[in-house]
């Protein structure tokens, strides 16, 4: 239900969307960045409930499973990106439409593997169609009086983000272009991350449901530890390969990887 109700608003809001991070040097950005969301919105769906599903596994301890829906769903968006954006194997060149069409795809095909897996013999939390009847006011009450505050972080993250991306539309496409680019490589860093802090938030979790305490504040002392490690490493690294990172997202354009460096 919510994946529809933001399916549709998402697709009713993209006129405005366009309007408010207006490039004004590059109509074309606009135009492209249109289709791409009016063809990405269908995909919204499947994408909460990929979500849903993947944290189920993930706080049972299994994250193998997502994991792998990952990977399948990751190697067919770049497999169908190359095939729709470019018109290879007898389908026509469909540029950003393609790009668009290729990722919706590839999100339903990742929603439905994590999805199915939970009503398989070998899921460790197993659905049913008689699940869904167990549902009731005080469910939903729960759920979201404890959905809500944790969804607030993000969202206040995202409209910071999206704040940014505002001012920098205003500078220009190759302003904008650097710093897309600049962060393809960042989320290098926000991946493994993101990955650590699930994990221990699963752990913990755990934990704390076994009244296990101690294992809890080992569990969070060891992720601060390693998330540590792992942050100052590729720092190091982002500083010192800034040029040849930026070039293997945007070659042949010197001003966008000076910029995006």
Request: some cysteine; aromatic content about 8%.
């Amino acid at each position: 239900g919510v994946g529809l109700l933001g399916t549709v608003a998402s697709f009713l809001a993209i006129p405005l969307i366009l309007t408010f991070f207006q490039v004004r040097d590059d109509p074309s950005v606009m135009v492209n960045a249109g289709i791409y969301l009016r063809i990405f919105s269908v995909a919204m769906p499947f994408l909460l409930l990929e979500l849903v599903a993947g944290n189920i596994m993930i706080a049972a301890g299994r994250p193998k499973i997502p994991m792998t829906a990952a990977v399948v769903g990751n190697a067919l968006n770049v497999l169908l990106n190359y095939i729709l954006m470019f018109g290879k194997l007898g389908f026509p060149a469909m540029g950003v439409a393609g790009a668009a069409i290729a990722t919706a795809i590839s999100y339903g095909v990742q929603s439905l593997l994590s999805v199915g897996w939970l009503f398989t013999p070998w899921s460790p939390v197993r659905l049913s169609l008689k699940s869904f009847r167990l549902c009731n006011v005080e469910s939903l009450r729960k759920l979201v009086r404890i959905s809500l505050p944790a969804s607030l972080e993000p969202m206040i993250l995202q409209l910071g983000m999206l704040t940014v991306i505002k001012f920098i539309t205003g500078l220009g496409s190759t302003s904008l272009a650097a710093h897309r680019a600049a962060i393809a490589v960042e989320s290098l860093s926000f991946m493994p991350c993101n990955g650590l802090a699930v994990a221990c938030s699963a752990v913990v979790g755990r934990a704390i449901g076994a009244r296990r305490i101690d294992r809890a504040e080992v569990g969070i002392a060891e992720s601060i530890r390693l998330a540590l490690w792992m942050m100052i490493s590729l720092g190091v690294f982002f500083y010192l390969c800034s040029s040849f990172l930026m070039e293997l997202f945007i070659p042949g354009d010197p001003a966008v990887v000076a910029l995006g460096a």
